[in-house]
Protein backbone atom coordinates (compact mmCIF):
# COMPACT_ATOMS: atom_id res chain seq x y z
CA UNK A 1 0.00 0.00 0.00
CA UNK A 2 1.34 3.61 -1.06
CA UNK A 3 0.69 6.77 1.39
CA UNK A 4 1.46 10.29 -0.17
CA UNK A 5 1.93 13.15 2.14
CA UNK A 6 -0.41 15.90 1.33
CA UNK A 7 1.62 18.48 2.38
CA UNK A 8 5.04 17.36 1.97
CA UNK A 9 4.53 15.49 -1.19
CA UNK A 10 7.14 12.28 0.04
CA UNK A 11 5.62 8.95 -0.95
CA UNK A 12 5.72 6.15 1.52
CA UNK A 13 5.12 1.76 1.07
CA UNK A 14 3.56 0.67 3.91
CA UNK A 15 5.62 -2.83 4.19
CA UNK A 16 3.68 -4.38 7.96
CA UNK A 17 2.60 -2.86 10.49
CA UNK A 18 5.17 -3.35 14.14
CA UNK A 19 2.52 -2.55 16.80
CA UNK A 20 0.16 -0.60 18.01
CA UNK A 21 0.30 2.54 21.06
CA UNK A 22 -1.59 4.22 22.61
CA UNK A 23 -2.85 6.80 19.95
CA UNK A 24 -2.19 4.82 16.85
CA UNK A 25 -0.14 2.17 15.08
CA UNK A 26 2.98 1.67 13.51
CA UNK A 27 4.26 0.33 10.44
CA UNK A 28 7.24 -0.54 8.73
CA UNK A 29 7.59 1.55 5.67
CA UNK A 30 9.94 2.58 3.04
CA UNK A 31 10.50 5.50 1.21
CA UNK A 32 12.91 5.33 -1.72
CA UNK A 33 13.91 2.22 -1.03
CA UNK A 34 15.26 3.36 2.39
CA UNK A 35 13.44 1.69 5.24
CA UNK A 36 11.63 3.79 7.80
CA UNK A 37 9.01 3.40 10.10
CA UNK A 38 5.67 5.08 9.85
CA UNK A 39 3.24 6.29 13.32
CA UNK A 40 -0.19 6.65 11.74
CA UNK A 41 -2.12 8.83 14.11
CA UNK A 42 -5.95 8.83 14.97
CA UNK A 43 -6.28 12.37 15.89
CA UNK A 44 -4.26 14.91 14.11
CA UNK A 45 -4.03 17.39 17.06
CA UNK A 46 -3.02 14.28 19.57
CA UNK A 47 -0.26 13.35 17.39
CA UNK A 48 1.03 16.34 16.68
CA UNK A 49 1.95 16.81 20.69
CA UNK A 50 3.61 13.53 20.42
CA UNK A 51 5.43 15.07 16.92
CA UNK A 52 6.34 18.51 18.89
CA UNK A 53 8.25 16.79 21.66
CA UNK A 54 10.18 14.46 19.42
CA UNK A 55 11.00 18.03 16.86
CA UNK A 56 12.08 19.57 20.47
CA UNK A 57 14.27 16.65 21.23
CA UNK A 58 15.78 16.87 18.09
CA UNK A 59 16.86 20.64 18.29
CA UNK A 60 18.37 19.67 21.46
CA UNK A 61 20.64 16.89 20.00
CA UNK A 62 22.12 18.17 16.31
CA UNK A 63 24.88 15.81 16.66
CA UNK A 64 22.91 12.25 16.07
CA UNK A 65 21.19 11.40 13.28
CA UNK A 66 17.76 12.37 12.78
CA UNK A 67 14.74 10.51 14.62
CA UNK A 68 11.99 12.18 13.34
CA UNK A 69 12.01 12.55 9.79
CA UNK A 70 9.14 13.67 8.67
CA UNK A 71 5.34 14.92 9.65
CA UNK A 72 2.40 15.14 7.45
CA UNK A 73 -1.15 13.65 6.74
CA UNK A 74 -2.26 11.27 4.04
CA UNK A 75 -5.65 10.65 2.18
CA UNK A 76 -6.76 6.91 3.52
CA UNK A 77 -9.83 5.99 2.59
CA UNK A 78 -11.68 9.61 2.12
CA UNK A 79 -9.98 10.46 5.32
CA UNK A 80 -7.16 12.58 6.26
CA UNK A 81 -4.76 10.61 8.36
CA UNK A 82 -2.24 12.21 10.36
CA UNK A 83 1.28 10.55 10.03
CA UNK A 84 5.23 10.54 11.18
CA UNK A 85 8.14 8.99 9.65
CA UNK A 86 10.85 8.49 11.85
CA UNK A 87 14.48 6.08 11.66
CA UNK A 88 13.72 2.51 11.87
CA UNK A 89 15.13 1.17 14.91
CA UNK A 90 15.00 -3.07 14.38
CA UNK A 91 14.51 -4.50 18.39
CA UNK A 92 12.45 -6.82 20.62
CA UNK A 93 10.84 -5.43 23.94
CA UNK A 94 13.19 -5.05 26.93
CA UNK A 95 10.76 -8.12 28.82
CA UNK A 96 11.49 -10.20 25.93
CA UNK A 97 14.63 -9.79 25.26
CA UNK A 98 15.73 -10.72 28.81
CA UNK A 99 13.38 -13.60 28.91
CA UNK A 100 15.61 -14.87 25.92
CA UNK A 101 18.80 -13.57 26.89
CA UNK A 102 18.93 -14.36 30.31
CA UNK A 103 19.14 -12.16 33.42
CA UNK A 104 22.86 -10.91 32.73
CA UNK A 105 21.68 -9.41 29.26
CA UNK A 106 19.67 -6.98 31.79
CA UNK A 107 22.47 -5.61 33.46
CA UNK A 108 23.97 -3.87 30.08
CA UNK A 109 20.45 -2.80 28.87
CA UNK A 110 19.58 -1.08 31.96
CA UNK A 111 23.21 1.01 31.69
CA UNK A 112 21.76 2.05 28.40
CA UNK A 113 18.27 2.43 29.32
CA UNK A 114 19.29 4.89 32.00
CA UNK A 115 21.14 6.75 29.57
CA UNK A 116 18.65 7.18 27.16
CA UNK A 117 16.48 8.66 29.97
CA UNK A 118 19.31 10.76 31.34
CA UNK A 119 19.63 12.31 27.89
CA UNK A 120 15.80 12.77 27.97
CA UNK A 121 15.96 14.37 31.33
CA UNK A 122 19.11 17.14 30.68
CA UNK A 123 16.94 18.10 27.66
CA UNK A 124 14.12 19.01 29.97
CA UNK A 125 11.85 16.26 29.66
CA UNK A 126 10.33 13.29 31.38
CA UNK A 127 9.57 10.38 29.32
CA UNK A 128 5.96 9.32 31.62
CA UNK A 129 5.09 5.93 30.43
CA UNK A 130 8.07 3.86 31.00
CA UNK A 131 7.16 0.06 30.25
CA UNK A 132 8.31 -3.06 28.90
CA UNK A 133 6.51 -2.58 25.65
CA UNK A 134 7.61 1.00 25.23
CA UNK A 135 11.59 -0.05 25.50
CA UNK A 136 13.08 -1.84 22.74
CA UNK A 137 16.22 -3.51 22.64
CA UNK A 138 18.36 -4.33 19.61
CA UNK A 139 20.89 -6.95 19.28
CA UNK A 140 23.71 -5.38 20.07
CA UNK A 141 22.28 -4.42 23.98
CA UNK A 142 21.37 -0.73 22.23
CA UNK A 143 18.58 0.55 23.81
CA UNK A 144 15.55 2.74 21.71
CA UNK A 145 12.20 4.58 23.56
CA UNK A 146 9.74 4.28 21.42
CA UNK A 147 6.18 5.60 22.18
CA UNK A 148 6.31 9.39 23.00
CA UNK A 149 2.93 9.97 23.74
CA UNK A 150 3.70 10.12 27.65
CA UNK A 151 6.92 12.64 26.87
CA UNK A 152 6.53 15.70 29.55
CA UNK A 153 8.21 18.68 30.23
CA UNK A 154 9.27 18.64 33.54
CA UNK A 155 6.81 20.30 36.10
CA UNK A 156 4.24 19.58 34.43
CA UNK A 157 1.58 16.73 35.16
CA UNK A 158 2.54 13.80 33.86
CA UNK A 159 0.48 13.63 29.96
CA UNK A 160 0.11 9.44 29.95
CA UNK A 161 0.86 6.95 32.44
CA UNK A 162 0.30 2.76 32.78
CA UNK A 163 -1.18 2.69 36.10
CA UNK A 164 1.50 -0.58 37.54
CA UNK A 165 4.28 1.72 36.62
CA UNK A 166 2.82 4.70 38.42
CA UNK A 167 4.22 5.91 41.62
CA UNK A 168 0.89 7.77 42.23
CA UNK A 169 -0.85 4.24 41.99
CA UNK A 170 1.82 2.96 44.73
CA UNK A 171 0.90 5.18 47.00
CA UNK A 172 4.63 6.98 46.53
CA UNK A 173 4.12 10.49 45.28
CA UNK A 174 1.96 12.51 42.61
CA UNK A 175 2.30 12.93 38.72
CA UNK A 176 4.39 15.82 38.22
CA UNK A 177 6.59 14.72 36.02
CA UNK A 178 10.27 15.05 37.82
CA UNK A 179 13.44 12.73 36.90
CA UNK A 180 12.09 11.00 39.81
CA UNK A 181 8.74 9.82 38.27
CA UNK A 182 11.09 7.88 35.41
CA UNK A 183 13.26 5.84 37.75
CA UNK A 184 10.21 4.85 39.37
CA UNK A 185 8.58 3.23 36.53
CA UNK A 186 12.22 1.92 35.59
CA UNK A 187 12.20 -0.14 39.00
CA UNK A 188 9.01 -1.72 38.11
CA UNK A 189 9.91 -2.34 34.95
CA UNK A 190 12.66 -4.69 36.20
CA UNK A 191 9.79 -6.06 38.13
CA UNK A 192 7.67 -6.79 35.76
CA UNK A 193 10.70 -7.74 33.28
CA UNK A 194 12.26 -10.63 35.44
CA UNK A 195 9.35 -11.13 37.99
CA UNK A 196 6.12 -10.43 35.74
CA UNK A 197 4.00 -13.03 37.90
CA UNK A 198 4.06 -12.13 41.17
CA UNK A 199 3.81 -8.72 40.01
CA UNK A 200 0.46 -9.33 38.31
CA UNK A 201 -0.80 -11.59 41.15
CA UNK A 202 0.37 -8.53 43.74
CA UNK A 203 -1.67 -6.13 42.06
CA UNK A 204 -4.34 -8.45 41.27
CA UNK A 205 -4.34 -8.95 45.19
CA UNK A 206 -3.40 -6.06 47.04
CA UNK A 207 -6.47 -3.83 48.43
CA UNK A 208 -5.78 -0.13 47.02
CA UNK A 209 -4.97 1.32 50.25
CA UNK A 210 -2.34 -1.30 50.77
CA UNK A 211 -0.41 -0.15 47.90
CA UNK A 212 3.18 0.73 48.64
CA UNK A 213 6.80 0.34 47.56
CA UNK A 214 6.93 -1.71 50.12
CA UNK A 215 5.03 -4.47 48.99
CA UNK A 216 7.25 -3.73 45.43
CA UNK A 217 10.76 -4.52 47.79
CA UNK A 218 9.18 -7.35 49.35
CA UNK A 219 8.98 -9.08 45.26
CA UNK A 220 13.04 -7.65 45.26
CA UNK A 221 14.52 -9.52 47.85
CA UNK A 222 12.67 -12.66 47.75
CA UNK A 223 14.06 -12.77 43.83
CA UNK A 224 16.68 -14.63 42.88
CA UNK A 225 18.15 -12.05 40.52
CA UNK A 226 16.48 -9.11 41.96
CA UNK A 227 17.60 -9.43 44.81
CA UNK A 228 21.41 -8.35 43.84
CA UNK A 229 19.79 -5.21 42.86
CA UNK A 230 18.25 -4.19 46.27
CA UNK A 231 19.64 -1.35 47.18
CA UNK A 232 19.25 0.07 43.49
CA UNK A 233 15.81 -0.95 43.46
CA UNK A 234 15.07 1.25 46.77
CA UNK A 235 17.00 4.07 45.83
CA UNK A 236 14.66 4.19 42.99
CA UNK A 237 11.36 3.97 44.01
CA UNK A 238 12.34 6.55 46.92
CA UNK A 239 13.56 8.99 44.20
CA UNK A 240 16.79 9.11 45.99
CA UNK A 241 19.36 9.70 43.05
CA UNK A 242 21.08 12.98 42.50
CA UNK A 243 20.65 12.29 38.68
CA UNK A 244 19.98 10.08 36.27
CA UNK A 245 23.70 10.02 35.20
CA UNK A 246 23.76 8.83 39.18
CA UNK A 247 21.14 6.02 38.85
CA UNK A 248 23.09 4.55 35.62
CA UNK A 249 26.13 5.11 37.48
CA UNK A 250 24.73 2.81 40.26
CA UNK A 251 22.84 0.28 38.20
CA UNK A 252 26.11 -0.21 36.74
CA UNK A 253 27.51 -0.72 39.56
CA UNK A 254 24.70 -3.32 41.36
CA UNK A 255 23.97 -4.71 37.78
CA UNK A 256 27.09 -6.24 37.68
CA UNK A 257 26.16 -8.69 39.97
CA UNK A 258 23.29 -10.17 37.92
CA UNK A 259 26.38 -11.80 36.33
CA UNK A 260 27.21 -13.07 33.06
CA UNK A 261 23.52 -14.37 32.67
CA UNK A 262 22.73 -17.11 34.57
CA UNK A 263 19.05 -18.55 32.66
CA UNK A 264 16.03 -18.95 34.32
CA UNK A 265 15.41 -22.10 35.94
CA UNK A 266 18.88 -23.48 37.36
CA UNK A 267 18.36 -23.95 41.22
CA UNK A 268 18.93 -21.85 43.40
CA UNK A 269 21.44 -23.77 45.18
CA UNK A 270 23.95 -24.26 42.39
CA UNK A 271 22.83 -20.18 41.45
CA UNK A 272 24.13 -19.58 45.55
CA UNK A 273 27.47 -21.66 44.30
CA UNK A 274 27.96 -19.54 41.86
CA UNK A 275 27.49 -16.65 43.55
CA UNK A 276 29.82 -17.87 45.77
CA UNK A 277 32.45 -18.53 43.46
CA UNK A 278 32.47 -15.43 42.03
CA UNK A 279 32.88 -13.90 45.68
CA UNK A 280 35.70 -16.20 46.28
CA UNK A 281 37.27 -14.93 42.99
CA UNK A 282 36.48 -11.50 43.65
CA UNK A 283 38.86 -11.83 47.18
CA UNK A 284 41.26 -13.77 45.22
CA UNK A 285 41.57 -10.38 43.08
CA UNK A 286 41.75 -8.15 45.46
CA UNK A 287 44.25 -10.11 47.13
CA UNK A 288 46.01 -10.38 43.99
CA UNK A 289 46.34 -6.80 43.52
CA UNK A 290 47.18 -5.65 46.87
CA UNK A 291 50.08 -7.20 46.48
CA UNK B 1 -13.72 25.17 33.68
CA UNK B 2 -16.29 23.31 36.05
CA UNK B 3 -17.21 19.92 35.79
CA UNK B 4 -19.87 17.53 38.00
CA UNK B 5 -18.88 13.78 37.91
CA UNK B 6 -22.01 11.53 38.84
CA UNK B 7 -21.60 7.87 39.85
CA UNK B 8 -24.61 5.38 39.94
CA UNK B 9 -25.61 1.98 39.96
CA UNK B 10 -29.31 2.59 39.35
CA UNK B 11 -31.93 5.00 38.09
CA UNK B 12 -33.59 7.50 39.04
CA UNK B 13 -36.85 7.82 41.31
CA UNK B 14 -37.41 10.90 42.94
CA UNK B 15 -38.03 14.50 42.19
CA UNK B 16 -37.29 16.37 39.00
CA UNK B 17 -35.83 14.93 35.84
CA UNK B 18 -32.42 14.26 36.30
CA UNK B 19 -31.48 14.93 32.30
CA UNK B 20 -33.43 18.38 32.97
CA UNK B 21 -31.19 19.25 35.95
CA UNK B 22 -28.40 18.56 33.82
CA UNK B 23 -29.15 20.44 30.96
CA UNK B 24 -29.31 23.38 33.77
CA UNK B 25 -25.71 22.86 34.53
CA UNK B 26 -24.41 22.77 31.02
CA UNK B 27 -26.18 26.02 30.74
CA UNK B 28 -23.76 27.50 33.13
CA UNK B 29 -21.09 25.91 31.35
CA UNK B 30 -20.62 22.80 33.71
CA UNK B 31 -19.63 19.81 31.94
CA UNK B 32 -21.78 16.75 33.43
CA UNK B 33 -19.90 13.09 33.20
CA UNK B 34 -21.58 10.33 34.39
CA UNK B 35 -20.45 6.72 35.41
CA UNK B 36 -22.60 3.65 35.72
CA UNK B 37 -20.82 1.10 38.59
CA UNK B 38 -21.72 -2.18 37.93
CA UNK B 39 -21.05 -5.45 39.53
CA UNK B 40 -21.00 -8.66 37.18
CA UNK B 41 -24.30 -9.52 36.46
CA UNK B 42 -25.80 -6.75 37.50
CA UNK B 43 -25.93 -4.71 34.48
CA UNK B 44 -30.06 -5.01 34.30
CA UNK B 45 -30.12 -2.42 37.26
CA UNK B 46 -28.81 0.10 35.70
CA UNK B 47 -30.86 2.51 33.63
CA UNK B 48 -28.44 2.87 30.67
CA UNK B 49 -30.41 5.26 28.45
CA UNK B 50 -30.78 7.31 31.77
CA UNK B 51 -26.98 7.80 31.99
CA UNK B 52 -26.58 8.14 28.37
CA UNK B 53 -29.59 10.93 28.66
CA UNK B 54 -27.56 12.69 31.87
CA UNK B 55 -24.38 13.21 29.86
CA UNK B 56 -26.16 14.11 26.38
CA UNK B 57 -28.21 17.04 28.28
CA UNK B 58 -24.81 17.33 30.38
CA UNK B 59 -22.71 17.79 27.35
CA UNK B 60 -19.98 14.99 29.00
CA UNK B 61 -19.77 11.46 28.41
CA UNK B 62 -21.23 8.23 29.87
CA UNK B 63 -19.39 4.71 30.47
CA UNK B 64 -20.91 1.64 32.57
CA UNK B 65 -18.01 -0.07 34.39
CA UNK B 66 -17.03 -2.65 37.18
CA UNK B 67 -15.68 -1.32 39.91
CA UNK B 68 -12.26 -2.44 39.00
CA UNK B 69 -12.48 0.11 36.08
CA UNK B 70 -13.45 3.25 37.96
CA UNK B 71 -10.27 4.84 38.50
CA UNK B 72 -9.37 5.00 35.31
CA UNK B 73 -12.17 5.93 34.02
CA UNK B 74 -12.67 9.34 35.76
CA UNK B 75 -9.17 9.83 35.28
CA UNK B 76 -10.33 9.74 31.60
CA UNK B 77 -13.22 11.33 31.44
CA UNK B 78 -12.16 14.09 33.74
CA UNK B 79 -9.30 14.71 30.88
CA UNK B 80 -10.72 14.32 27.61
CA UNK B 81 -13.27 16.88 28.71
CA UNK B 82 -10.55 18.85 29.43
CA UNK B 83 -9.25 18.55 26.30
CA UNK B 84 -12.22 18.51 24.22
CA UNK B 85 -13.44 21.52 26.24
CA UNK B 86 -10.25 23.29 24.86
CA UNK B 87 -10.06 21.97 21.57
CA UNK B 88 -14.12 22.98 21.01
CA UNK B 89 -12.92 26.51 22.60
CA UNK B 90 -9.94 27.08 20.19
CA UNK B 91 -11.50 25.14 16.87
CA UNK B 92 -14.48 27.60 17.05
CA UNK B 93 -11.28 31.11 17.07
CA UNK B 94 -10.13 28.92 14.25
CA UNK B 95 -12.87 29.37 12.11
CA UNK B 96 -13.57 32.92 13.23
CA UNK B 97 -10.19 34.16 12.70
CA UNK B 98 -8.86 31.39 9.74
CA UNK B 99 -11.67 30.22 8.38
CA UNK B 100 -10.92 26.39 8.87
CA UNK B 101 -13.06 23.90 10.53
CA UNK B 102 -10.66 22.02 13.22
CA UNK B 103 -7.16 22.35 13.60
CA UNK B 104 -6.35 19.03 11.95
CA UNK B 105 -6.70 21.45 8.69
CA UNK B 106 -4.01 23.51 9.65
CA UNK B 107 -0.66 22.77 7.84
CA UNK B 108 1.95 21.11 10.18
CA UNK B 109 3.84 24.18 11.34
CA UNK B 110 0.87 25.88 12.31
CA UNK B 111 -0.83 23.22 13.72
CA UNK B 112 2.28 22.36 15.96
CA UNK B 113 1.90 25.77 17.50
CA UNK B 114 -1.88 25.47 17.75
CA UNK B 115 -1.05 22.33 19.32
CA UNK B 116 1.33 23.61 22.08
CA UNK B 117 -1.03 26.29 23.20
CA UNK B 118 -3.70 24.00 23.58
CA UNK B 119 -1.79 21.85 26.06
CA UNK B 120 -0.29 25.00 27.97
CA UNK B 121 -4.12 25.58 28.48
CA UNK B 122 -4.75 22.09 29.50
CA UNK B 123 -2.16 21.98 31.86
CA UNK B 124 -3.22 25.90 33.48
CA UNK B 125 -6.70 25.97 33.01
CA UNK B 126 -8.19 26.68 36.52
CA UNK B 127 -10.70 23.27 36.94
CA UNK B 128 -13.06 22.10 39.59
CA UNK B 129 -14.59 19.07 39.41
CA UNK B 130 -17.42 18.21 41.78
CA UNK B 131 -18.33 14.17 42.24
CA UNK B 132 -21.78 13.53 43.16
CA UNK B 133 -21.79 9.61 44.13
CA UNK B 134 -24.81 7.70 44.78
CA UNK B 135 -24.90 6.15 48.13
CA UNK B 136 -28.15 3.79 47.97
CA UNK B 137 -27.83 0.75 49.60
CA UNK B 138 -26.29 -1.35 46.47
CA UNK B 139 -23.63 0.84 46.18
CA UNK B 140 -22.38 -0.18 49.58
CA UNK B 141 -19.69 -2.66 48.24
CA UNK B 142 -19.02 -0.09 45.65
CA UNK B 143 -17.72 2.65 47.81
CA UNK B 144 -14.26 1.59 48.50
CA UNK B 145 -13.46 1.73 44.78
CA UNK B 146 -15.29 4.85 44.66
CA UNK B 147 -12.87 6.30 47.41
CA UNK B 148 -9.38 5.31 45.79
CA UNK B 149 -11.20 6.64 42.47
CA UNK B 150 -11.36 10.12 44.38
CA UNK B 151 -8.10 10.18 45.99
CA UNK B 152 -6.70 9.46 42.53
CA UNK B 153 -8.38 11.89 40.80
CA UNK B 154 -7.37 14.49 43.59
CA UNK B 155 -3.51 13.42 43.09
CA UNK B 156 -3.70 14.04 39.12
CA UNK B 157 -5.34 17.24 39.78
CA UNK B 158 -2.99 18.32 42.43
CA UNK B 159 -0.19 17.63 39.88
CA UNK B 160 -1.14 20.06 37.20
CA UNK B 161 0.31 23.25 37.12
CA UNK B 162 -3.34 24.99 36.93
CA UNK B 163 -5.17 26.04 39.90
CA UNK B 164 -7.24 22.21 41.29
CA UNK B 165 -9.85 21.24 43.37
CA UNK B 166 -12.35 18.49 43.95
CA UNK B 167 -15.64 18.77 46.15
CA UNK B 168 -17.24 15.54 46.95
CA UNK B 169 -21.44 15.06 47.74
CA UNK B 170 -23.29 12.07 48.20
CA UNK B 171 -27.07 11.63 47.86
CA UNK B 172 -29.61 11.24 49.02
CA UNK B 173 -29.29 12.92 52.44
CA UNK B 174 -30.55 11.11 56.05
CA UNK B 175 -33.71 13.64 55.30
CA UNK B 176 -36.21 13.56 52.47
CA UNK B 177 -35.88 17.30 52.37
CA UNK B 178 -32.33 17.05 51.49
CA UNK B 179 -31.20 15.61 48.16
CA UNK B 180 -27.49 15.60 48.89
CA UNK B 181 -25.04 15.95 51.51
CA UNK B 182 -21.73 17.59 51.22
CA UNK B 183 -18.95 15.54 52.29
CA UNK B 184 -15.78 17.53 51.02
CA UNK B 185 -15.74 21.22 50.61
CA UNK B 186 -13.15 22.08 47.51
CA UNK B 187 -9.82 21.19 48.38
CA UNK B 188 -6.27 20.10 46.42
CA UNK B 189 -4.79 18.18 48.65
CA UNK B 190 -5.05 14.44 48.63
CA UNK B 191 -3.49 13.72 52.09
CA UNK B 192 -6.82 15.91 53.59
CA UNK B 193 -9.37 12.76 51.87
CA UNK B 194 -9.30 10.16 54.55
CA UNK B 195 -12.41 7.87 55.11
CA UNK B 196 -15.02 10.01 52.89
CA UNK B 197 -18.23 7.96 53.65
CA UNK B 198 -17.90 6.48 57.23
CA UNK B 199 -20.62 6.22 58.92
CA UNK B 200 -23.13 6.77 56.13
CA UNK B 201 -26.50 5.39 56.33
CA UNK B 202 -27.68 4.18 53.32
CA UNK B 203 -31.46 4.87 51.90
CA UNK B 204 -33.76 3.99 49.20
CA UNK B 205 -34.57 6.95 47.21
CA UNK B 206 -32.16 7.77 44.23
CA UNK B 207 -33.10 11.74 43.82
CA UNK B 208 -31.02 11.95 41.13
CA UNK B 209 -32.11 15.71 39.66
CA UNK B 210 -32.50 17.37 42.65
CA UNK B 211 -29.25 16.37 43.88
CA UNK B 212 -27.76 17.72 40.49
CA UNK B 213 -29.51 20.87 40.97
CA UNK B 214 -27.64 21.10 44.72
CA UNK B 215 -24.51 20.49 43.55
CA UNK B 216 -25.39 22.95 40.50
CA UNK B 217 -26.00 25.39 43.29
CA UNK B 218 -23.26 24.83 45.13
CA UNK B 219 -21.23 25.84 42.56
CA UNK B 220 -22.84 28.90 41.96
CA UNK B 221 -22.48 30.22 45.99
CA UNK B 222 -18.66 29.26 45.85
CA UNK B 223 -17.55 30.34 42.49
CA UNK B 224 -14.11 32.20 43.04
CA UNK B 225 -13.97 30.88 46.29
CA UNK B 226 -11.26 27.56 46.00
CA UNK B 227 -8.86 27.95 48.70
CA UNK B 228 -5.57 28.88 47.32
CA UNK B 229 -2.76 26.33 46.41
CA UNK B 230 -1.24 25.44 49.54
CA UNK B 231 2.79 25.71 49.36
CA UNK B 232 3.40 22.16 50.58
CA UNK B 233 0.98 19.24 49.42
CA UNK B 234 3.31 16.61 48.43
CA UNK B 235 3.11 13.22 49.88
CA UNK B 236 6.53 12.13 50.78
CA UNK B 237 8.22 10.41 48.14
CA UNK B 238 11.19 8.52 50.84
CA UNK B 239 8.51 6.83 53.02
CA UNK B 240 10.57 5.63 55.19
CA UNK B 241 13.11 8.00 56.56
CA UNK B 242 11.86 11.79 56.56
CA UNK B 243 14.72 13.44 56.13
CA UNK B 244 15.23 11.73 52.34
CA UNK B 245 12.22 14.13 50.63
CA UNK B 246 14.37 16.78 49.54
CA UNK B 247 17.16 14.37 48.53
CA UNK B 248 14.66 13.21 46.58
CA UNK B 249 13.32 16.27 45.10
CA UNK B 250 15.28 17.05 41.63
CA UNK B 251 12.35 18.58 39.43
Known amino acids: MLLKGKWNGNVYRLERPLGAGSNGQVWLASRGGAPCALKLGLDAADLQGETNVLASLERGSRNRPKFLLDADDARLDGRDIPFYAMRYVPGMPIRKFVRRCGPGAAAAAGGHLLDRLAELHEAGWVFGDLKCDNVLVAPGGQVTLVDYGGATRIGRSVRQFTEIYDRGYWHAGNRTADPAYDWFSAAVLWIHALDGERLMRLTRTLPPKNRHPRELMRLVRTHPHLRHLEMWMRMALEGRFGSTREASRRWRECAARLGGGMPDGIPGWMAGMAAATLALAAVAAVLWFAR | ?251
Open chain 2, 1 to 251: MNQILLITDGQSNVGESPVTAASRALAQDIVVNVIGVVDEGEAGRIGAEEIEGIARAGGGMSRIVQPHMLTQTVQMMTQQTVVGTIRMTVNKELRQLLGVESVAELPPPKRAEVVRMMEELSETTRLRVALLIDASASMRPKLAAVEEAIRDLALSLQSRQGESAVAVFHFPGEDPHVPCVLDLPWTDRVDGLGKLFRGIRMQGTTPTGPALLRVVEYFRETCGNIKEKTEHSLPPRGWEDPDVMESGDVG
